[in-house]
């Protein structure tokens, strides 16, 4: 099986725990990373990038020390090599500013406010993931379990 | 650890133990080297698509690849330059290359170009909308149009593509049943069932009837229009006999269903001319007879169409489904080596097959490929066991009263078509399994009924073709 990455991103330990908690159901079939800051976000992305893995959700804080969500998210939407990825910003701080500039140059994938509702996070990182596998051209069939059967009936095509 | 690599080690290891036995040890007389290789050949193909190692695509091409460099004239050298005896026949490259592009293949080609244009231009929907309404809201009507539509759909259009189209149409309804109605599991059930069984309909209908299609040639071939009269009637009495089963074992208590299906008709130009060019094939292929073209000649029409105007573009055509063709190629590329290597008569002649009960052979070459087509690729079955199967239709003659060849080739085909009791027996069943209102035990009471009530009417089918001597001498 393809090796197919989860990345979390938020300052926060005990965010990224609870992030953690509500993702575990993917954790099997799936890697899911956790990075405390932009920067270790952009470190791994470089190093998943070099063992030629797939980064297939970064779910991301918006307000961090350092570079914000949106900043990274925004640097990764222009990068030809995570064209696909899915980007979910989790947040309870962004300005209207800072949304328009989340949807124009991060191009999010979706968007999630703190606190949120664990069964909506899976259901929001289940839909993005069976987009990415179809979109990306994965056998979808080794990931069928995990996968979100109307969004996949929806994106088959002849 | 060692059992889990097992499916690696044994594909590697089998075939080369096959190279290195003596001629001798097959039981042939006269073995050459041409045909031992190609018995490893073929031992490493099943071993591969039954284990799959590799995606079953992958098996194909490896087929094709290690048949050019150990089978045909231009392979390496060490294959090539023996003493023409003990050698035996080389195959010209051509041959083995030209699997990939054979005409069964340019036929799949011309249905998927169909199919795509089709969806591109919602003709498939549309099409479904109106199809639905005259069965009105009792659940149970509702359930039997959706199946017939689905069957019908699938004829055309890949068994998968239809069944998520579907599936994707009832999941909005599905959220009205009660958490504890069983008319869930029916309905669920209902769409892939029909999807797998509509398939036997039409030569296009899925990849094991292409196989078969290259062991329906010369004095057996069977026409587009020739296979639709047997095919539709099995298909129709295998639908109403799925219907009533699910009906029966998970009848909905839900009295009333609302199959919402929005959209309309495109009358753009582009829109008519995939509605023309649809049926305008469709009609080619069931007249071969009057303007004497061939159904595959027929399906390089759609094809040069959709092409000429842009309504297939270059990011269609990459997303045509070349992993299916490539499986059928390799299907070909293995029925051609034991063929024309010799492997195939020699290995009949060696074994006292002559003493079999014709019926014997009927009957467990189906349940056989019934099973394995359970378990593993349908496509992948009837690329294993039609070659082998075909040969021996072709050389028995206690056969001929049965039906003969041809009445083997159908009953192995429409076998393969029917193992449908597991979510991994075919791609249709693993989607509707994914919607989570179907349990395993459901989904293999009602897989094995009908596997076993299809072989039985597959049997009659033939039976009946004999009869009237439309198969047979």
Redesign the interface.
Known sequence: MEKINIICVDDEREVLDAVMRDLDYFSDTFNIEECESAAECLDLLEELDAQQEYVAIIISDHVMPGKSGVELLSEIAVDERFLGTKKLLLTGLATQADTIQAINDARLDHFLEKVWDPQTLLQTVKELLTEYIVEQGI?Y?AY??K?D??T??????? | MFRENLKYILPVVLPLIILALPASSFGIDGLTQVEHRVIAIFVMAALCWVLEPIPIYATSVLIIVFELLLISENGLWFATNDHPDLQGKLLAQSTIMATFASPIIMLFLGGFFLAMAASKYRLDINLARVLLRPFGHKPKYVMLGLMLITAVFSMFMSNTATTAMMLSILTPVLAFFGAKDLGKVAFTLSVPVAANIGGIATPIGTPPNAVALKYLVDQYSVSFAQWMVFGVPFVAVMLLIAWLLLVALFPPTITKIDLNIKGRFLKTPKALLVYITFIGTILLWLMGELHGMSSYVVAMIPVAVFSSFKIINKEDLRNISWDVLWLVSGGIALGVALDKSGLAANAIAAIPFANFHPLLLIVGASALCLLMANFMSNTATANLLLPLVAALGASMQSLLPYGGHVALVLAVTFSASLGMSLPVSTPPNALAYASGHIKNTQMLKVGVVIGIIGLLVTFAMVFLLNKMGIIGA
């Open positions: 056998d069939q069928i379990d996968l059967a109307p996949l009936y929806r994106l088959i095509k002849p």
